[in-house]
C-alpha cells in the first residue's frame, strides 16, 4: 500500500512539475554555427514556441567537431527540459558508426522529443559530364573507372552516404573528395572541380534552371512535389534507397515524460505554423512536428540503416 501510495506521489509531483514547466528560459543548443540549416530553423521554431509558452527560447550556437562539442554538452546538461539540442540525423544515428570514440552515446545520453522536419536530397552533375540521365552516368561511370570523383560536405555525412550507397550498389569506381560543408562544394562543383554532389533543391534550383548544373535524381522514396519530373533511386532500381535528412529536437536522457510531451506538443505547433510551413517549404523542408515515441522510431531505423551503410563504405573518422 505504501508502494502504491508513493507512485501515486511520483505521478502527482510529475503533472505538477509538467504544469509548472517552464518557469524559466529554455536553452536550445544548435551544435552548428550560426546561419545554417539547423540554425534557421531552431530560430524559426524557437520563436513560436516562446510565444506560446511565454517564456525566451534561447538559441546557443556551439559549433566545433562536427557537432559534437554541442552534443556533448547538452548530453551532460541537467535532465530537466531546460537545455534541448537541434540533432540532424549524423548526430544521433551516423556518428556513433563513423566515430572510434564519441564522448557522448545518442542511445543512453539523449531522449527524442520531437522531429521538427525532414528534406530531399538531389543528385547533381556538372556540364562536362556527358549524360541527362542516371541511366547514363552509371553506363559512363562504368566505361571510365576511377575518371569521375564526387563532392560532399564531408566524410560520413548524409551526402557523403548517399552516394556511397548507389556506388556500392552498383559497383562504381568514384573518387570521394570531402569539403567542410556543403557551401564549399556546390562552388567545386560549379567551378567543375567535382564531377557530382547532392545538395538540397533550394541550394541548386538557380543553377538548374540556368544550365549549369543538371538534375539526375532525387534521394526520397517518392518523388518531390517541387521537382516531380526527377525521378526517386528506387524508380531507377535501387529497390530500399532512401537518404531523408531528419532534424528535431532531443533532450538529456531522464528528462521527464510529461515535461517531454509539453515540449513535443508545443514543437509540432509551432511547425504548422502557416507562416513556419511557408519559410520551411522554402528552405526545402517537410515540416513534420512529431511525438517523441514517433521520433525515437525514426532514429532507431536510421541508426540501422547507417550502420550498414557506413560500414559498407569503410568510412571512419579518428
Same mark, same amino acid.
Given at each position: ?10 505521478? *502527482? ?21 550560426? !546561419? ?34 554541442? =552534443? ?20 544521433? *544515428? ?69 552516394? +556511397? ?25 560549379? !567551378? ?17 534552371? =540556368? !544550365? ?24 531507377? !532500381? ?31 505547433? *509551432? ?21 517523441? +515515441? *514517433? ?24
Amino acid at each position: 500500500m505504501k508502494l502504491l501510495s508513493f507512485a501515486f506521489g511520483m505521478l *502527482a509531483a510529475l503533472a505538477a512539475s509538467a504544469q509548472e514547466f517552464p518557469n524559466r528560459p529554455i536553452k536550445l543548443v544548435v551544435p552548428y554555427s550560426a !546561419g545554417g540549416l539547423p540554425d534557421t530553423m531552431a530560430r524559426l521554431v524557437g520563436q513560436k514556441v516562446s510565444d506560446s509558452l511565454g517564456q525566451q527560447v534561447i538559441v546557443e550556437n556551439r559549433g566545433g567537431a562536427g557537432g559534437i562539442s554541442g =552534443s556533448e554538452a547538452v548530453a551532460k546538461a541537467p535532465a530537466d527540459g531546460y537545455t534541448l539540442l537541434i540533432a540532424d540525423v549524423g548526430q544521433v *544515428a551516423i556518428n556513433p558508426h563513423l566515430f572510434s570514440k564519441l564522448p557522448y552515446d545518442p542511445a543512453k545520453d539523449f531522449v527524442p522529443v520531437s522531429l521538427l522536419g525532414t528534406s530531399a536530397l538531389f543528385l547533381v552533375v556538372h556540364p562536362s559530364v556527358e549524360v541527362n540521365s542516371f541511366q547514363e552516368l552509371v553506363v559512363l561511370v562504368k566505361a571510365n573507372p576511377g575518371k569521375y570523383n564526387f563532392g560532399s560536405s564531408g566524410t560520413g555525412s548524409i551526402h557523403h552516404l548517399a552516394i +556511397e550507397a548507389f556506388k556500392t550498389s552498383l559497383d562504381l569506381n568514384m573518387v570521394h573528395v570531402p569539403y567542410k560543408g556543403v557551401g564549399q562544394a556546390l562552388p567545386a562543383l560549379l !567551378g567543375g572541380q567535382v564531377s557530382m554532389i547532392f545538395a538540397a533543391l533550394p541550394a541548386i534550383e538557380s543553377h538548374v534552371k =540556368s !544550365g549549369k548544373l543538371k538534375l539526375l535524381a532525387v534521394s526520397t522514396a517518392t518523388r518531390s512535389a517541387r521537382a516531380p519530373d526527377v525521378p526517386t533511386f528506387v524508380e531507377l !532500381g535501387i529497390a530500399g534507397y532512401e537518404f531523408v535528412p531528419e532534424i528535431g529536437v532531443v533532450a538529456p536522457a531522464g528528462t521527464p515524460a510529461p515535461v517531454l510531451q509539453k515540449l513535443a506538443g508545443e514543437l509540432a505547433k *509551432a511547425v504548422r505554423q502557416p507562416d513556419v510551413v511557408q519559410r520551411f517549404t522554402q528552405l526545402g523542408i517537410d515540416p513534420v512536428g512529431s511525438t517523441p +515515441e *514517433a521520433y525515437a522510431a525514426v532514429i532507431r531505423a536510421s541508426y540501422e540503416k547507417y550502420g550498414k551503410v557506413v560500414k559498407a563504405s569503410g568510412a571512419k573518422v579518428e
